[in-house]
């Protein structure tokens, strides 16, 4: 699939929620995404597709990866 970030060619499976994958990124590092999360991204720019992923870095849990959800 495409990186619901950045739009690079990534692998995903399955997370732990199962209702989120977990997505393995060049740019963008590792972190889980909800499905929910994955369609409104697709329904935003770059611009703040970044800013989703950089505040579920911000407020990550230790070790843990950063898990992008509750948008949209
Ligand atoms: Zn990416």
């Known amino acids: 699939m495409q990186c619901p970030v950045c739009g690079a060619p990534v692998e ?3 997370a732990a929620n199962a209702n989120a994958k ?3 990124c060049e740019g963008c590092g590792t972190f889980d995404i909800s ?3 994955q369609t409104a991204l697709t ?5 703040h597709r ?3 992923l950089r505040y579920a870095q911000t407020n ?3 070790g843990r990866f950063p898990y992008i959800h509750g948008i949209g």
């Open 12 to 14: 995903d499976r399955p």
């Open 22 to 24: 977990t997505i393995s």
């Open 35 to 37: 499905n929910l999360a």
């Open 43 to 47: 329904r935003m720019d770059n611009y």
């Open 50 to 52: 970044l800013q989703a």
């Open 60 to 62: 990550a849990l230790a």
